[in-house]
Every structure is written in C-alpha cells, then in structure tokens.
C-alpha cells in the first residue's frame, strides 16, 4: 500500500527510454505527473536492416530531461529514479567505454538497437538447434533477441568489438549502472531478451550450442552473473558523477530497470476501472492485455501459470508484474509503419501545409479529412477497396516470420489528399487486424481477455484508439496519466525508494492511474 503515513511531498523521477525520444517525468506519491521533458535521440541506420545508436548521446539526453523536469522543486525530496528502455544491446569495453557495433569502426554508434534484423543468418541458425529455452519465446527466437545479435559481432567483428568487449548490456541495464556503477542485470531484461530463466538461471548448454560457449567461461560475467527483480534499489544509490550529470542529488535510490513496454504494461495494467461497466470489473487482471504502442507495439498478457502461445513471446515468470506469468506478442513496426506510409506518400507536402495551416499535427488533420469524406458511413468503409499488410518488417507475433514483408492492394493512379488519407486509415486498420491476430492465439492457447489497455505514443491518435476497438470488438480503457509508460519508471524508483513495498502493491498504477474512458467498438462496425 501506498506509504499513507508518509507526508504527501516525496516524488520520483522516471526516464523512458523510447526508440526516437528520452522522455523524464516527476511524479508524486500518487502517481500523477508533475513535470514532462522529452528530447529526441540519434539513429543510425548505415546498411538496410542495420539500426544503431549511441549510448553517450542517450545518456545525454537523459540528462537533459531529467534536469528539466526536477528545475524549481526542493531535490531534498525526489526520494526515487527508475529506468525504463527499449531492449536494445549495448557494447561497452572492460573499461566501460564505447565499442564499434559496424564495420566503420565508429564507437560513439556502440548499440544494436532492437528493431536491428543484422543477424538473420545467426537466429535462423539457432532456431534449428531446437534448444529447449526456445520454447519459452513463443517457440521461435526472434532476430530482435540479443542472443542472435551477440552471434553476429563474434562473426563478423571478432577483432574490432567482441575480443575487447567487457559488457554487454541491455539499454535499460545500461542506464542502471551508469547512474550507480552497479553492473547487476534486471530480471525483466534477462528473461525477456536473453534467455534468462527466473527459476533456473543461465541454461549453459544452449549458449555452448549457438557457439557462445565463451560467455559460459567467464561465468557469464560480460552478460550478467547477478540478476534482481525490477525495482530493487541497486548499490548505494545514484553516484556522485550521476547525480552531477543529472542534476539529482546523491545517493537517492535507483531502481533495477524495465524494457519500455514493460513499464508501460505496469503503468496501466492495474488501473481503476470501477464504475465504467466494463466485463473485466471485478474479475482477476489476467482478463486484461496492455498494448504499448509507440514505434513498436507490445501486446502483455499475464497469467498465474505459465501459457506456451505459438509465435508470442513468453512465458516469462516475474518479468512484469511479479509473481505473474507474462506473454508478449508484438508487431514490430506500428507507429513506424503509419509515419512510413504517410510521409513517403506524394500528397504528405500538401499535407503538411494544410495541417500547419491550421496548427495541427499531420494525424489530427488526417482523422478530420477522413471524417470529411466518409459522409453518412462509419469511417471503416472507407477501405472497402484499399487493403494492407503490415508486416513491412516481419512479423513477430503470432506468425513470427521475419521474412514476410508488407502488401498494399487495390491501389489506383490518383495520389491526391483523399488516397492518402484512405491510404493511412487502411494501415491503421491493419494494425489493428494485426492486433486481433494475437488476441486470437493467445486465447486458443489459454488466455481469457476482455479488456484492452493502451498507451504509448500511438494511444494519443483517437483512430487508431477507435480500430482497435471496432477491430477485436473489445474496449480499449485510457488511462488519465496519458504518459503510462513514465508512470511505470517512476513505479521503479518508487519502490527502490522503500516508500513503496513492491511494485506490486505499492502501485500508485492500481491506486490512482485511472481510466479515464473506455472507447467501445462503434455501434455499426464493419469488422465484427
Ligand atoms: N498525438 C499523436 N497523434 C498521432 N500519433 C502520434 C501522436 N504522438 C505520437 N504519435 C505516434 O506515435 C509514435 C511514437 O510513439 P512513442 O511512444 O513516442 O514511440 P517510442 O517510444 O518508440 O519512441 C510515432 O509513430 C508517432 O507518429
Ligand atoms: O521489444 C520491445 C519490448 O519488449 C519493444 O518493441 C522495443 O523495446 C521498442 O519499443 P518502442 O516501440 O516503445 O520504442
């Protein structure tokens, strides 16, 4: 429970990690935001499929956010910082210091990031062994894993990168010991990304199968020999350095950190939903499924035993919410994929001018055209003729096949406003189709889901909100706190802070993150 004996006057800071930006919040004892700051960060992509970045250019801008979000409050009571990033892999020498992740030999790019597919040939080889630790990554590992793109700098940068690499983090571990010197992996990285298990540890024998028997020799030290659960406060706190950088006062408690869905899953997965009439009222959490969709988008469901779903990542015990069994599905290209279609499409400079004509974002104008022209009919019938497949990179659940690619069909010679407009709501539609493809498989493996919960950047376009809902015919709960994911970091700190007893109970998610509307599926959906 929430420290009720406590002085309302602590806060905690969160800091989010996400594929394009670093977002920093301030956040109370009640879970409600008080300061925001984002700030975007450098991608690289050198060759096709080949995506990285820079872990000092992330620190950076963590510091940047993080100072803006603490400017004019007393430090004396930010009593917490957690961490949440995407699960991209890190390189870093025995003296920490940056490695080349590219044939250029440029350090400063030293990260793999996760939508990187580089190491095709690498997945597909350890697919084949058949190893049993697959079995709890949907039955296939996918090429996002960290596993794969480890195989892939010892076979093609042995001399550059892997012979001189000290540690191999996941972003989230990165950032946890940058600001505490404490090099302990969390339990959520680990088990999620790099075969971890939660009850029996490293499993030796896979990592001798795929040829990495050299991270066994050392007794897994480059990629981690001492695991905690997400939350725990690591070493002695933020060190003087971090602290300085920034802009926090030593010593606060830092938290053991979260991949970025993750925490957005424990941002919004407990909410309030209590008199909105909705079927999960009432009943176990496991009847609810958070989808985090931002670049990516992130399906958690969770169980109290543990559900094997083809294609959907998983089961992982303790990874989000402890003492739960998580499932993940994904689709790894969503908001990637809507800013793909619409930017490279030959009308977006005209609709780049009329949105700023009439000072709004490209996507409001676009769900305001469609509503213009939809006429008398729900919007859905706009696509009657316009159909697309959205895995333009791969699909990672429920198919997960990252050989497939994307399909456009019934396309004509007009490129005008209108097309393009039909074009987006048609990729939307996709989207969420893809959405209810999961949904699909990890009710026939056992899973019982009445309830969505979304966030993420994609949470904020009312269309897309609206699909999913009209889509898998389920509705989608909002939460009040738009930026659910930095809800979930704070968590982190919060409860490192010892104000709090477990990310669990403490859950200033469950207490006051909550709904603010269902959106239910249209009263007339084509889809259904
Ligand atoms: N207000 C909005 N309306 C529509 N789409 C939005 C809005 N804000 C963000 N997005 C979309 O969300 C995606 C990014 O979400 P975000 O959660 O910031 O991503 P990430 O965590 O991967 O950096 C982008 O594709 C962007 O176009
Ligand atoms: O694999 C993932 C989580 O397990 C995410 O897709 C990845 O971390 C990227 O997240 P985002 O789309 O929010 O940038």
Not at 18 to 25: H, P
Not at 43 to 64: G, L, M, R, T, Y
Not at 353 to 361: D, G, L, M, P, Y
């Amino acid at each position: 429970m929430p420290g009720r004996d406590q002085e309302l006057g602590s806060y905690y800071v969160g800091v989010d990690v996400g594929t394009g930006s670093v977002r920093a919040a301030l956040v109370d004892q009640r879970g409600i935001l008080l300061a925001f700051a984002d700030q975007p960060i450098n991608q690289w992509e050198p060759q096709f499929n080949h995506h990285e970045q820079s872990s000092e250019d992330i620190w950076v801008a963590c510091c940047i956010v993080t100072k803006k979000v603490v400017q004019g409050i007393d430090l004396n009571q930010i009593r917490g910082l957690g961490f949440d990033a995407t699960c991209s892999l890190v390189v870093l020498d025995k003296q920490f210091h940056p490695l080349p992740v590219n044939h250029e030999g440029d350090s400063h790019r030293n990260i793999i990031m996760w939508l990187d597919h580089r190491a095709v040939n690498q997945v597909h080889r350890i697919n084949e062994t058949k190893h049993s630790v697959l079995q709890y990554v949907g039955g296939v590992m996918s090429v996002e894993m960290q596993a794969p793109k480890l195989l892939w700098l010892k076979e093609n940068l042995r001399e550059t990168c892997w012979d001189k690499a000290g540690h191999f983090f996941d972003l989230p571990d990165f950032l946890s010991w940058k600001a505490t010197g404490v090099t302990a992996r969390s339990l959520c990285s680990l088990v999620c990304k790099w075969t971890y298990s939660a009850e029996k540890g490293w499993d030796d024998s896979f990592w001798k199968m795929v040829g990495l028997e050299d991270l066994v020799a050392d007794n897994y030290s480059k990629i981690g020999n001492q695991v905690l659960p997400p939350g725990t406060s690591l070493g002695n706190g933020l060190t003087p350095e971090a602290a300085k950088d920034l802009g926090l006062p030593a010593g606060i408690a830092v938290a053991a950190s979260l991949i970025d869905a993750h925490a957005g899953g424990l941002g919004v997965i407990g909410a309030d939903v209590r008199g909105h009439g909705l079927a999960c009222e009432g009943q176990p959490v496991t009847s609810r499924l958070a989808i985090i969709c931002g670049t990516s988008s992130c399906h958690m469901g969770i169980s109290k035993n543990p559900i094997f779903v083809p294609g959907v990542w998983g089961p992982y015990f303790s990874a989000m919410v402890p003492g739960f069994w998580l499932n993940e599905g994904g689709q790894s290209v969503t908001g990637k994929l809507i800013d793909h279609m619409v930017q490279g499409h030959a009308a977006f400079p005209e609709l780049q001018a009329k949105a700023t004509a009439r000072c709004q974002s490209i996507y409001a104008y676009l769900n305001s055209h469609l509503d213009l022209i939809k006429k008398t009919q729900p919007v859905g019938f706009l696509t009657v003729d316009l159909h697309v497949w959205p895995d333009f990179h791969g699909n990672r659940s429920p198919l997960a096949d990252l050989t497939l690619k994307g399909m456009v069909t019934g396309l004509k010679l007009s490129q005008d406003l209108d097309d393009l407009a039909i074009l987006y709501l048609a990729t939307v539609q996709a989207i969420a189709f893809g959405t209810r493809l999961i949904i699909e498989a990890m009710e026939s493996a056992g899973h019982s889901i009445s309830t969505l919960f979304l966030c993420g950047g994609l949470g904020k376009n009312p269309l897309f909100v609206q699909m999913h809902a009209d889509i898998t015919g389920m509705p989608v709960v909002l939460s009040q706190e738009v930026e659910s994911v930095l809800v979930g970091a704070a968590i982190l700190g919060a409860c490192a802070s010892g104000d709090f007893a477990s990310v669990q109970t403490d859950s200033c998610v469950s207490q006051t993150n909550a709904s603010k509307w269902p959106v239910e599926s249209g009263d007339y959906s084509p889809f259904l």
